[in-house]
Structure formats: structure tokens, C-alpha cells
Nanobody
Framework: QVQLVESGGGLVQAGGSLRLSCAAS????????MAWFRQAPGKEREFVAW?????YIADSMKGRFTISRDNAKNTIYLQMNKIEPEDTAVYYC????????????????WGQGTQVTVSS
């Protein structure tokens, strides 16, 4: 089992920055690829970024978001810059026995999510 706890969400003004964290516990962290997904009100959950041996950011967020991981702390991060009102969503952390994927079904473990609200 892997337990994931997100933190760092909150209210931020458009154009600002925010860093989300996801702390993992349980099975060996390094065996898993980790990812961020988000779900805006009334919309389906969408892929944001994954990190394993390498990393990938969704095209619509490249240049604004970066993903990183600290294996010593069993934690991944999502640095969000130049935040836009459209970034308002619940952000979920996920872990899976994959090398890295944008597909939800590749991830068997999910956190509870952290709310990001962007004011214009």
C-alpha cells in the first residue's frame, strides 16, 4: 500500500505562484512513478504531469508548471507559476507501477486532493 497526502493548495491571485507537495508513505517510493492530475468544477479529471526516471508536463501547462521529486523525503512537488483562473481545480497526486504515464488507470494509488483557487 502507498499512502499519499497532498498539501500546499489555497487561494492565489492570477499571475502568482504556488507549490504543491505530495508526501508518500508505505511501499518503497522509488519504485513508483508519480503524477499530478486535476479536476475543475464540472469537468473531467485531466492529466497535469508525471515523474519517474524522467518527467513530462502536459502541453497546455508547459512553461508554467514543473514537477520534481525528492526521494529522500518521499515527496513530489508541482511548482505552478503564472497561474491562471483556468487552473482552479482540485489537484490530485497519484502513484503507480509505471515508468510514467498520462493515463489515470496506470495509477493505483491516489491522494485526497488539494484545492487550488485562482482569483482574477
Amino acid at each position: 500500500q502507498v499512502q499519499l497526502v497532498e498539501s500546499g493548495g489555497g487561494l492565489v491571485q492570477a499571475g502568482g505562484s504556488l507549490r504543491l507537495s505530495c508526501a508518500a508513505s508505505g511501499r518503497t517510493f522509488t519504485y513508483y512513478a508519480m503524477a499530478w492530475f486535476r479536476q475543475a468544477p464540472g469537468k473531467e479529471r485531466e492529466f497535469v504531469a508525471w515523474i519517474g526516471g524522467s518527467s513530462y508536463i502536459a502541453d497546455s501547462m508547459k512553461g508554467r508548471f514543473t514537477i520534481s521529486r525528492d526521494n529522500a523525503k518521499n515527496t513530489i512537488y508541482l511548482q505552478m507559476n503564472k497561474i491562471e483562473p483556468e487552473d482552479t481545480a482540485v489537484y490530485y497526486c497519484a502513484a503507480g507501477r509505471t515508468s510514467g504515464s498520462p493515463r489515470e488507470y496506470e495509477y493505483g494509488y491516489w491522494g485526497q486532493g488539494t484545492q487550488v483557487t485562482v482569483s482574477s
